[in-house]
């Protein structure tokens, strides 16, 4: 009897699982998540316009071909349709088509690197107006932001006005991570010593939910903050009570932050130092020889030093490629 009810419960789970889930993906909050869903969307739609058809037709064959089916026209001689091979073949190719196009637009329309052109539908973004800048660190085992015009920096918490394009610039202290949040925007890498960007914008107040998108070690778990929209009130707000809370993110503050750690609170500080972020993405935040600092008085940053590469060994010369980096 118990094994009868649990047969009868188990068809039902999946919709249980799917009623406590969000869905962001496909219902996100900013624009740019919201143009990604539409084009999953029309996406899959198109791709079942060929799987949707060949599952029918796989199953009639079935049923009117079937050994008990006398009626059935049986011609063992037949191999040849023209009209067959013209739906068989013209049909996949029209929706090759209409999918490379798509991809060739989105891809450029959704460029990280490049400018909104939107904030939402209709409302265009002004030619004068400045995104609100955020430089992003990826750290062993959370996520650090850092507000430069605001003059503030958080550890796992991320705030947003709604309605105002945002630029993200992406970095990682050591490990190779990824910055996601579904209702923001798509996925992208953060590298040691490199620098990705991410343009996108909030339409929505609201607490959304971001993680790390790549394994980075063991408490790679834990790397969630919460992401939240807010007025520019609401804005300006929470930068006059993260300036009151005091602190200052400086070299010393950071190597400690930097240290690894799991499962870190929200924290705030009332000021960084306006170079940090540059000295994190070209490995200078301490003192070595391969770089010089921009803690001192009249010295420059790595990236603006000339650099003569180390002769490579002949044979690690052969096999020693470079690449250009890859943002998701």
């Not at 660190?137 to 991320?158: C, H, M, R, S």
């Not at 006005?161 to 910055?179: D, L």
């Not at 909030?202 to 790390?212: A, M, V």
Request: hydrophobic letters at 45%.
């Amino acid at each position: 009897m118990l094994h009868r009810r649990i047969d009868r419960i188990l068809p039902f789970l999946p919709l249980a699982l799917l009623a406590g889930c969000k869905m962001e993906v496909l219902n996100p909050a900013g624009d740019v998540a919201r143009q990604q869903a539409n084009l999953l969307i029309v996406s899959t739609i198109l791709m079942l316009l060929i799987i949707i058809p060949v599952m029918a037709l796989t199953v009639l064959f079935a049923w009117r071909y079937r050994a008990a089916n006398k009626a059935a026209e049986h011609r063992p001689d037949w191999d040849h349709s023209t009209a067959l091979e013209l739906v068989i073949w013209s049909a996949p190719l029209l929706i090759i088509i209409m999918l490379g196009a798509i991809t060739w637009i989105s891809t450029h329309t959704l460029d990280p690197y490049r400018r909104l052109g939107r904030i939402a539908p209709g409302q265009m973004i002004p030619a004068n107006a400045k995104p609100l800048e955020i430089e992003v660190v990826a750290l062993d085992w959370k996520w650090l932001f850092i507000y430069p015009e605001q003059g503030v920096a958080t550890v796992n918490k991320l705030v947003l006005p709604v309605n105002r394009e945002v630029r993200f610039r992406i970095t990682s202290s050591a490990v190779m991570n990824s910055f996601y949040v579904p209702a923001l925007a798509g996925q992208i890498y953060a590298m040691p010593a490199m620098e990705t960007k991410l343009h996108a914008v909030l339409n929505k107040p609201g607490t959304f939910e971001g993680f790390s998108a790549n394994y980075s070690g063991a408490g790679f778990s834990g790397m969630h903050f919460p992401t939240i929209g807010v007025d520019n009130a609401g804005f300006d707000s929470w930068v006059a009570q993260a300036k009151a809370a005091g602190g200052a993110l400086d070299r010393d503050a950071y190597l400690k932050l930097a240290e690894p750690s799991e499962n870190v609170p929200a924290q705030s500080w009332a000021s960084v130092d306006t170079r940090l972020f540059d000295q994190i993405t070209t490995m200078c935040v301490t003192p070595g020889p391969q770089c010089m600092q921009t803690w001192g008085h009249g010295e420059k940053p790595m990236h603006d030093m000339p650099m003569t590469p180390s002769p490579l060994p002949a044979d690690d010369a052969s096999r020693h490629t470079s690449a250009p980096p890859h943002h998701g």
